[in-house]
């Protein structure tokens, strides 16, 4: 006697359910990637963990051939201070130049240049073709001070009180708008805030 099998014969049923997983991961975060497009907000503003800290302790010797001070945290206090940090291969930072030589003409606060990376006579030759409206400048050769203060790439510019915290934290490149929109009103605040 010969067993007879026959297929059997499966009801056809949907995907199952592990199969769609990765489709609704990727639609949930489209969603989250449209609602942040959306929102309005500033790119430029990136949350930093060191807005109302102390800046960091940093002591950077000043650029070769100029008659500048380094970068020392110690002489931000008292003042209300803009630290930009800057490289002369940085396209953005050409970009932003003018604007900082337009804030350099406000005497109520000082411009700090944080060299990032570059090399002196590079930096040197930038300042000289663009103008400087840098008070100091110190020199990070390796990145470590950047590091320090949170620096995701340049340009970057913070804002320090004259209690020495960081107030303000500016990713890219300032423009005109920037400034007037968010840099100059937090200036204000600094310098109206008692020392």
Known sequence: MTEHTQPQTSARRGPQPIVLLPLLVFMALAGVFLMQLLSGRDIA???????????????L???DGMELPGLDSKDLAGKVTLVNVWASWCAPCREEHP?????????????????YKDKPENARRFLGDLGNPFSAIGVDGNGRTAIDWGVYGVPETFLIGRDGKILLKHVGPLSPQAVAATIMPEIEKALAASP
């Open 45 to 59: 503003a990136v949350p930093s963990a060191l807005i109302g800290q102390a800046a960091p302790i940093t002591s």
């Open 61 to 63: 010797p000043p650029l």
């Open 99 to 115: 604007v900082l030589l337009a804030l350099s003409q406000d005497k109520r606060f000082s411009i700090a240049g944080l060299n």
